[in-house]
């Protein structure tokens, strides 16, 4: 299984797969590229990783929750490279018998992804900048070559 993947996410296929019999709750999370910044509109995300180690730290943390809330099935996919406006950067889907498991599990995945998977975020202004967001490492590396 990739969690870290160049191609578009397809998001009705993943959640045809990811039912389960015991199943009484699906929750399916989708981060989408949205047009806007901090007043800034968007043309574009840009999205990199280290893969070996974000593919890593992605399973640790979908294998957690599978024991946690004990989901009957989860899967958290990250997109890398060019992501457009609308299109889906980060699938989250967890399956438990009950919504309450499966919305909690649901949420500490995607927040720990977003806090512990090396995945960084550039973002491509319609005014011709651009902007790496929510790394700080890249935000420091970003001013040095100003």
């Known amino acids: 299984m990739d969690y870290i993947v160049e191609e578009p996410i397809d998001l009705a296929d993943l959640l045809g797969k990811y039912h389960h019999p015991k199943a009484g709750a699906v929750v399916l999370f989708s981060g989408e590229a949205r047009n806007h910044h901090m007043g800034k509109a968007v043309d574009f995300l840009e999205y990199e990783s280290y893969k070996p180690m974000a593919e890593r730290v992605i399973r640790e943390i979908v294998d957690e929750a599978m024991v946690r809330w004990e989901l009957h099935q989860a899967i958290c996919i990250h997109r890398v490279?060019?992501?457009?406006i609308s299109m889906t950067a980060v699938v989250v889907i967890t399956t438990a018998s009950h919504r309450e498991e499966a919305y909690a599990a649901n949420r500490y995945i995607i927040d720990r992804?977003?806090?512990?998977?090396?995945?960084?975020?550039?973002?491509?202004?319609s005014d011709g900048t651009s902007e790496w967001t929510g790394c700080d490492h890249c935000m420091e590396v970003q001013a040095a070559q100003h």
């Open 81 to 84: 490279g060019r992501v457009d």
């Open 113 to 125: 992804v977003k806090k512990d998977v090396p995945v960084w975020k550039k973002e491509h202004f």
